[in-house]
T-cell receptor
Framework: GAVVSQHPSWVICKSGTSVKIECRSLDFQATTMFWYRQFPKQSLMLMATSNEGSKATYEQGVEKDKFLINHASLTLSTLTVTSAHPEDSSFYIC????????????FGNGTRLTVT | LAKTTQPISMDSYEGQEVNITCSHNNIATNDYITWYQQFPSQGPRFIIQGYKTKVTNEVASLFIPADRKSSTLSLPRVSLSDTAVYYCLVDLSGGYNKLIFGAGTRLAVHP
């Protein structure tokens, strides 16, 4: 149980285009989901907290207009990287908490984004 | 959010027991200690969570002293497939807080 599915697992896009990444909680409802970014050999860096039915909360230094987050249902959050540039190339990981039980946090398998 | 401190890296050999210690001096009363494992190009995987004393599951044991200012993740008889990064975090059980990751411990298991 407690499966978080992330799609796509990898994507290559051209500079200037936008990419959408989906995060789904498959067997539980999640009013809160989190988006992380991870560069090679580094730890996970929290980008934003996605809240169902309301605006996302972004961490300091993360551009909300560049990383659009939508949490339209209790099982789906999406991250759209707008006007992607090569420096946006990274490993993006979503996570979710079960709305009924809270902890622990469950993670998706990540999306490898490469911007050419 | 309590900060945790772990060794940056550890080396071990197949069949040995590995103990990774984490310090969390500012842990709050309602915080639980949670450990995750991450393989390259994968999301972190939940290993174990505990509040005090000892917790054991099919994968690992977690030892927490009475003052809860530190904890030790114990992996019995490691294999090559246990080579990964291990993260220790404090988390509010039943809560909905965000988790801030530290650097983690990079464990390398050798034949």
């Amino acid at each position: 149980g407690a499966v978080v599915s992330q799609h796509p697992s990898w994507v290559i896009c051209k500079s200037g285009t936008s990419v959408k990444i989906e995060c789904r909680s498959l067997d539980f409802q999640a009013t809160t989901m989190f988006w992380y970014r991870q560069f090679p050999k580094q730890s996970l860096m929290l980008m934003a907290t996605s809240n169902e039915g309301s605006k996302a909360t972004y961490e300091q230094g993360v551009e909300k207009d560049k990383f659009l987050i939508n949490h339209a249902s209790l099982t789906l959050s999406t991250l759209t990287v707008t006007s992607a540039h090569p420096e946006d190339s990274s490993f993006y990981i979503c996570s979710a908490r079960n709305s009924d039980t809270g902890s622990p946090l469950h993670f998706g398998n990540g999306t490898r984004l490469t911007v050419t | 959010l309590a900060k945790t401190t772990q060794p940056i890296s550890m080396d071990s050999y197949e069949g040995q027991e590995v103990n990774i210690t984490c310090s969390h001096n500012n842990i709050a009363t309602n915080d639980y200690i949670t450990w995750y494992q991450q393989f390259p190009s994968q999301g972190p995987r939940f290993i174990i969570q505990g509040y005090k004393t000892k917790v054991t599951n099919e994968v690992a044991s977690l030892f927490i002293p009475a003052d809860r200012k530190s904890s030790t993740l114990s992996l019995p008889r490691v294999s090559l497939s246990d080579t990964a990064v291990y993260y220790c975090l404090v988390d509010l059980s039943g809560g909905y807080n965000k988790l801030i990751f530290g650097a983690g411990t990079r464990l390398a298991v050798h034949p």
